[in-house]
C-alpha cells in the first residue's frame, strides 16, 4: 500500500484535493482508500472508507472538557492516538493499492503537537509512504509569501520526515503567467531572489536572503507541481511525481 497524507495550512485545498484524486485514480482503475483524519470536519467532499469521526467525537469532547475549537481539536488527536491501531487494520482490510489521508485544516496543531506525527507514524507503520505539501495559491502568488510556504514546507518535512511532493493548489484562480512565473521560481532560485529583492526592504529583504541562500545550500527550491482540485487539472503531472518518488523512495531535501 502507498499512503498519501494531504497536509498544508487550513483551507488550502486538502480536502477538495483528496476528492479530485480520488477520483482520478479511480477513473484510471487504481484501487484506492480514502482517510479522513480530521475530527472536527462536518460534510467532507468525498465519502471516507476509515474516518477518525468514528473513533472520536469531536463535539462530545468540546462540551465534556469544556474546550475550544482547538483545545478540542488538540484533545481529540490525543485521545485518537490509543485508535491508530484499529485504523489502521481497517485500512489494511480494503485491500487497496493507494492510501489518500486528509489531515485536518489546523496544520499547526497536527504538525506541532507530538500526536499529529505519531498518528501518521503509526498509521503508515512500515508501508511506503509520502506527504503531499500544498502550497496555497492565494498565498503563494507572491514572492514573500512564496518563500515563507516553502520555508513552512521544510518545517513539516523535518516534522513528518517523509518524502515530501509540493502541490500548488488552487492555480484556477491565478492567470496563466502568474502559476509559470511561481513555477520559474522553483527552477531558478535567482529568479525569486531578483523578485524579492525588488519588492521588500528592511528586516524582511535581509532575512529572505538568508532563507533563499539556506534553500540553495539544500539542493534549492522543491518543484512545485500546479494542481487544479476544481478543475482537476494537473493531477496526471502530479500521479507520474507520485509514482517516482513511491518508486526510489526520494527525498526532496535529500541529506536531510
Ligand atoms: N478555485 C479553487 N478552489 C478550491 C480548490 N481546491 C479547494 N478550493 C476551495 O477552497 C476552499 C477550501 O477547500 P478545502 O478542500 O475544504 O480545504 P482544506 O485544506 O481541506 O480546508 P481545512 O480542512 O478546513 O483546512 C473551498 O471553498 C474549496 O472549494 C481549487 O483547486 N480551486
Ligand atoms: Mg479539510
Known amino acids: ?27 484510471s482503475e ?14 467532507p467532499p468525498y465519502t471516507s472508507d476509515v474516518d477518525i469521526r468514528e473513533h472520536v467525537n469531536y463535539g462530545e469532547v468540546m462540551s465534556r472538557f469544556g474546550l475550544g475549537p482547538n483545545g478540542a481539536l488538540v484533545a481529540s488527536l490525543d485521545i485518537a492516538v490509543s ?18 489521508v ?6 499547526e496543531l497536527f504538525a506541532y503537537r507530538n500526536s499529529g506525527p505519531l498518528i501518521v507514524s503509526s498509521l503508515r507503520g512500515q508501508d511506503t509512504a509520502l506527504s503531499l505539501y500544498l502550497l496555497d495559491s492565494n498565498i503563494a502568488k507572491t514572492p514573500a509569501g512564496f518563500l515563507s510556504s516553502m520555508l513552512l514546507g521544510l518545517s513539516i518535512n523535518i516534522r ?7 502541490v500548488l493548489s488552487k492555480p484556477d484562480i491565478l492567470l496563466d503567467d502568474e502559476v509559470e512565473k511561481i513555477v520559474s521560481w522553483t527552477e531558478d532560485i535567482y529568479k525569486l531572489e531578483e523578485e524579492l529583492d525588488s519588492s521588500s526592504i528592511g528586516l524582511v529583504r535581509e532575512y529572505s536572503t ?10 534549492g527550491t522543491t518543484d512545485v ?15 507520474g511525481e507520485l509514482q517516482r518518488v513511491f518508486s526510489g523512495g526520494d527525498n526532496i531535501y535529500g541529506e536531510l
Not at 487504481?30 to 460534510?43: E, F, I, Q, R, Y
Not at 485508535?83 to 489518500?100: A, G, S
Request: aromatic share 8%; hydrophobic share 40%.
Open 1 to 27: 500500500m502507498f499512503w498519501m497524507f494531504l497536509i498544508g495550512t487550513a483551507g488550502s485545498g486538502k480536502s477538495l484535493l483528496t476528492s479530485s484524486l480520488e477520483k482520478w485514480l479511480d477513473s
Open 30 to 43: 487504481l484501487s484506492v482508500t480514502v482517510v479522513n483524519l480530521d475530527p472536527g470536519v462536518d460534510d
Open 83 to 100: 485508535h491508530v491501531d484499529e485504523m489502521r487494520e481497517e485500512v489494511l482490510e480494503t485491500e487497496r493499492d493507494y492510501v489518500i
Open 102 to 107: 486528509d489531515c485536518p485544516g489546523q496544520m
Open 160 to 166: 513528518f520526515d517523509l518524502p515530501q511532493i509540493h
Open 210 to 219: 538568508a532563507i533563499l541562500r539556506m534553500l540553495e545550500n539544500l539542493g
Open 225 to 239: 507541481i500546479p494542481v487544479s482540485a476544481k478543475n482537476m487539472t494537473g493531477i496526471e503531472t502530479l500521479y
